[in-house]
């Protein structure tokens, strides 16, 4: 099972769509979670870290459930510039105990549409 | 903002030649990395640097792969005998400290081999 899993999409949307990512990690070790955004040919930019409590940041909406192993991105009324491939993340303590480290799903890419 | 930078973005280079790529993380950040992007593929760690050595490495970051702090600010990836396999961008990223802080990526260095 591959450590990182996410829906392989693609994703078409219209313009104030609203659409759901999900994410499942295999590690229970895993530690803290990230949903990064990646323009073409760009580097992850970090788009919002994810809490238990799940979290909130204007129209964009993260959700973790640690029994279940899964983690959601929402992104409600969806513009155009919107349009990237949504990568998720998990850190976790390496085996050493002396850093983390950053493993990523492959992405889905999310185009929104005029 | 502070950023992470990268050079050069662009590198075309024969197999079999050595490689340098070069980052300058942000200044006052302690923890390094380098991952790689194989065109289509996900986000794949490499290699974490603390404390002027090397905390943690993967199975990709084999013997023709090492990592050096020369000076204070810069950060380098060498590739002593490039393959064809190893064109991929490669991001350097960097954060803060010892807890779950943010990794910041740079821009990337885009490796083509030939």
């Known amino acids: 099972r591959k450590e990182v899993e996410q829906d392989p999409g693609p994703f078409n949307v219209p313009e104030g769509a609203t659409v759901a990512f999900n994410c499942t990690y295999s590690n229970s070790a895993s530690q803290s979670f990230f949903w990064y955004r990646q323009d073409c040919r760009k580097e992850p930019k970090l788009l919002m870290s994810v809490y238990s409590s799940g979290n909130e940041d204007g129209r964009f909406t993260a959700q973790l459930n640690r029994a279940s192993q899964y983690i959601s991105l929402l992104i409600r009324d969806s513009k155009l510039s919107d349009s990237a491939t949504y990568l998720c993340a998990v850190n976790r303590w390496n085996s050493g105990g002396s850093n983390y480290k950053l493993t990523f799903g492959k992405g889905t890419l999310l185009t929104v549409n005029p | 903002e502070p950023e992470v930078t990268q050079t050069p973005s662009h590198q075309v280079t024969q197999m079999g030649q050595e490689v340098i790529l070069r980052c300058v993380p942000i200044s006052n950040h302690l923890y390094f990395y380098w991952y790689r992007q194989i065109l289509g593929q996900k986000v794949e760690f490499l290699v974490s640097?603390?404390?002027?050595?090397?905390?943690?490495k993967s199975e990709i970051f084999d013997d023709q792969f090492s990592v050096e702090r020369p000076d204070g600010s810069n950060f380098t990836l060498k590739i002593r005998s490039t393959k064809l396999e190893d064109s991929a961008m490669y991001f350097c990223?960097?954060?803060?400290?010892?807890?779950?802080?943010?990794?910041?990526f740079g821009p990337g260095t885009r490796l083509l081999v030939l």
């Open positions: 640097f603390y404390n002027n050595e090397i905390s943690e």
């Open positions: 990223a960097s954060k803060s400290g010892t807890g779950m802080e943010t990794q910041y």
